[in-house]
């Protein structure tokens, strides 16, 4: 990956206050206001004694990999695509791909950083305990990322306009966040339709995440399920992707 690029890519990320505000900002502070709830703060027999809260970190983490991936970068790189700076950069000794790889680079480290301060703010806020396996739930974590880059470039290769990307990325945005359990966790979910819901990639990283931070090892059916997710996307987007 060129640096120069890399730099410059990070470098427009932090100009766009929206983009920063919702893949950073948006998922802890959606955490802080249910935290703010008190009955969210008591533990929940049905969710085998966790409070609520305890279990919305995990979906606070996802949420911001969803915003990253299914909302920026489609529009990022369908934008670019439109304007025509990946064709113009094909005669460059900068190739298009270098572009695409600093800019996966750049949503995903964003959505990290946005991880990470969710999980510190559980902590101090709510006195959230941090993921008893922080390995497992690390890898849980990078699959996730990579889930979800995988899936904004299927969008951005379906999408030849921004206003496509749009309207695709808002068509795959919601059913992702039900997914990650943000209106109901998984775990809370009825057996049936949790089965179905943990098939999904979003579906999976929650459960793996839950169980991660209980201190079990995540189930290898959810990191397989991640991980076939993000094969079958990448190839898909490889196979669709066009520059101009």
Known sequence: ????????????????????????????????????????????D???????????VPIAVL??????????????????????????????PVRPSALLSAQMAVQGAVALCSALL????GRLAFGVTLPRQPAGYLLALLLAVAAALALGSVVSALSRTTKIAGAIGSAVFFPMMFCAGVWL????????LARVVQLTPFGAAARALDEAAAGDWPGWTHLGVLALWTVLLTAGAARWFRWE
């Open 63 to 92: 949420v911001a990999l969803i915003m990253s991936g299914v909302q920026s970068l489609p529009q990022v790189l369908t934008g670019y695509r439109e304007r025509g700076i990946l064709r113009r950069m094909s005669v460059t």
């Open 46 to 56: 049905s969710m085998g004694g966790l409070r609520p809260v305890d279990a919305y």
């Open 118 to 121: 969710a999980l510190v703010v």
């Open 185 to 192: 966790p998984v775990q809370s979910m009825p057996h049936a």
């Open 1 to 44: 990956m060129n640096t120069a690029v890399l730099r410059t890519e990070f470098r427009l990320f932090r100009r766009e206050p929206a983009a920063v505000f919702w893949i950073f900002l948006f998922p802890t502070l959606l955490l802080v206001i249910l935290g703010s709830i008190p009955s969210f703060r008591e533990a929940d």
